[in-house]
């Protein structure tokens, strides 16, 4: 059986599908059916929280001071240790002596209010990442049982379309889509509409035969779940055959001749 296959690609357009956000940290995906393609997207969103520390603010202290007597050079003289006096007093001071008593000055006492405490403050940062990936079914075939026939010969027509799968990584997670055919519809006369089709051409010539059958995609991201129906795509092919219109073999014209008797018994045979 041989046959000549010619492919036809339908064309594909650019589409995102719709993933709906998640919540807080988790996955999401969605599907959708865009340029006779399953687009299928993930998105995967992350909170992280982090602890920051203010730094305190310095101690202070609560100090005392006692300025002293500017230091004077004078010289060695013999104080008294007691005075007795105001005249005493009033001469040792003039001399420089140390007057002994409490007239030195009070002490000073500087006071510092006390700061605020060390503040843990914590932050709530949020990251989040998505991606994308276009499947379309796989490529279609159709085969003729013949690739020449003749005029009003009948020829079979079948494809490859079966159920398939594709399979694509999304964020590190596997995504599966299913391809499922669910009408066929062959551009031959009749028009047929079932796997197999069965057809004749009435003219001589070189014939186009088409077929385009529908899928239903259906999508999932584990073994697991379900599979969720997202809509249907096209595939489509076509081939061309060979019609040519042979004439039927000549017969040659016979001659009647006298097989069982001859003109001299039978002289009233044909031809005696």
């Known amino acids: 059986m041989s046959c000549c296959l010619l492919f036809l690609s339908?064309?594909?357009?650019s589409a995102s599908a719709e993933c709906r956000p998640a919540v807080g940290s988790g996955f999401a995906t969605g599907s959708v059916i865009a340029g006779n393609q399953v687009v299928v997207c993930a998105k995967e969103s992350k909170q992280a929280t982090s602890v920051?520390?203010?730094k305190p603010v310095a101690s202070t202290k609560t100090t005392k001071t006692n300025p002293g007597k500017p230091q004077t050079v004078a010289p060695k003289i013999n104080c008294p240790v007691e005075f007795r006096t105001t005249e005493q007093i009033v001469a040792a001071t003039l001399a420089g002596c140390r007057i002994p008593g409490p007239s030195a000055p009070p002490a000073r006492v500087v006071t510092v209010k006390p700061g605020k405490p060390a503040v843990e403050e914590a932050r709530v940062s949020s990251s989040s990442q998505s991606a994308e990936v276009s499947l379309s079914a796989r490529p279609l075939y159709i085969a003729a049982s013949q690739a020449v026939l003749r005029v009003?010969?009948?020829?079979v027509l079948t494809s490859d379309a079966v159920e398939?799968?594709?399979?694509a990584v999304i964020l590190g997670r596997v995504g599966f889509v299913r391809f499922t055919p669910v009408e066929y519809s062959w551009l031959v006369e009749p028009a047929q509409s079932s796997p197999?089709?069965?057809t004749a051409f009435s003219a001589a010539g070189t014939k186009s035969i088409s077929l385009q059958v529908v899928y239903l995609a259906s999508s999932r991201f584990s073994l697991s779940e379900a599979?969720?129906?997202v809509g249907l795509v096209t595939a489509a092919a076509a081939i061309e055959v060979k019609v040519e219109n042979i004439e039927p073999a000549k017969t040659p014209k016979l001659r009647a001749r006298l097989v069982s008797a001859s003109c001299e018994t039978k002289p009233s045979s044909y031809r005696c």
Do not use: I, P
Request: glycine share 10%; proline share 0%.
């Open 10 to 13: 339908l064309g594909a357009q």
């Open 52 to 54: 920051s520390t203010s």
């Open 152 to 155: 009003g010969e009948a020829v």
């Open 164 to 167: 398939h799968e594709k399979t």
């Open 196 to 198: 197999v089709a069965v």
């Open 227 to 229: 599979w969720v129906r």
